[in-house]
């Protein structure tokens, strides 16, 4: 179904017993190897503030990069992201001044806005306007990724900027979560405006992105049967669970029942939030981040699962930690490993054999 993923079919049989929950004595992996497209970008771009980047140039990015994958036979669903409408789009329909931002490790280049409002008097301003230019630039990009992928690979769903992630966009962090206490009713009616926008921009993506059988191509769990959404809890990484409790869950699950339910990424310093965000209703996955000064989600992934039960993960690993732990027959099931530093295809090709035959 995808040229650049012949074993399609087979992968995303592996990929819907796991994410069914039906594969908790099996692992799976991501190989990541060395991208000449990822190389070629880092070449011409530096870290930092940039233009912003003609559409079709990206999904030709994506079109080199996934072609090199290929005859990678792991556990992968080639998807583009629409890193370029990250964050900024959400801003940009509210007339927040998008700043694009270039990652040469990645070959994204992402984007984000400052905060918007001035005070919450400002707030009554605000509105979905589906015939806003960057609503417009938005289906422009869908529809030239959406073009440009076809028959090749897919297109990623992309994050959610709803609930407090929306309110951090109007006032910034600091003043999001003063007003949780000082002004909450300003910050419920900004939650609204975010649950209307966010249900208008992914329903347009699922209008115009269809994944493989019905699922939904993802950069946080490759493909998932379903209308899956893309949720992030990362304002309450610095919060109380009680936090989480009573400005969290009920926005999350609120678009999760809109749609087929969701994933969400934790970081290094959310995963006092695991067992919560596990029980969330509609919740099909976990992407485990590793942040500098906490310990990497694969060296306590025991511990983790421990809070999170039969909850699929997707947690990162450096190839040799990945193989040491292989052949020690000590990789936990019911997850999805994202191995790095992986030298070549045949050596991706071979150590897959290994992960298709393992059992816990």
């Not at 991208?35 to 559409?55: L, Q």
């Not at 306590?300 to 690993?317: E, F, H, K």
């Not at 020690?328 to 290994?354: I, Q, T």
Request: aromatic share 12%; hydrophobic share 40%; proline share 5%.
């Amino acid at each position: 179904m995808f040229a650049y993923k012949p074993t399609l079919p087979h992968v995303l049989n592996r990929l819907r017993s796991l994410y069914e929950r039906r594969a908790q004595d099996q692992i799976f992996a991501v190989m990541e190897t060395p991208s000449r497209a990822i190389a070629e970008f880092r070449a011409r771009y530096t870290e930092g503030y940039c233009d912003a980047p003609d559409p079709a140039e990206r999904i030709a990015f994506w079109d080199r990069h996934f072609s090199e994958r290929a005859t990678i036979d792991d556990d992968s669903v080639p998807s583009a992201y629409l890193s370029e409408m990250d964050q900024g789009l959400y801003g940009g329909l509210i007339d927040g001044d998008v700043q694009f931002m270039a990652d040469p490790d990645t070959g994204w280049i992402s984007s984000m806005v400052a905060p918007i409002l001035e005070d919450w008097s400002q707030l009554d301003r605000l509105h979905l306007d589906r015939s806003h230019p960057w609503f417009d630039r938005y289906l422009n990009q869908l529809r030239i990724f959406a073009e440009g992928a076809a028959g090749k690979f897919g297109v990623s769903h992309f994050i959610l900027i709803d609930g407090l992630n929306f309110v951090f966009e109007l006032v910034g962090a600091t003043q999001t979560y003063l007003s949780l206490y000082e002004r909450p009713d300003e910050v419920r009616r900004a939650v609204e405006l975010a649950f209307e926008i966010n249900v208008a921009v992914q329903s347009a993506f699922f209008e115009n992105a269809t994944g493989p059988e019905g699922g939904t191509c993802s950069n946080m769990v490759q493909w998932i049967p379903g209308r899956i959404v893309s949720e992030s809890v990362d304002p309450f990484h610095m919060t109380s669970i009680n936090t989480l409790e009573e400005w969290g869950r009920g926005p999350a699950e609120r678009i999760f029942r809109q749609f087929d339910g969701g994933v969400v990424h934790i970081h290094g310093n959310g995963r006092h939030l695991l067992q919560t965000v596990a029980g969330f209703n509609g919740l099909k996955a976990i992407f485990l981040g590793d942040d500098r000064g906490f310990p990497k989600a694969f060296d306590v992934l025991r511990d983790i699962q421990q809070r999170t039960g039969d909850m699929p993960l997707v947690v990162q690993v450096p190839h040799d930690a990945f193989v040491a732990a292989l052949e020690r027959h000590e990789l936990a099931g019911g997850v999805l490993y994202k191995v790095g530093d992986v030298s070549d295809v045949d050596a991706a090709n071979r150590l897959m054999e290994r992960v298709r035959e393992y059992r816990v």
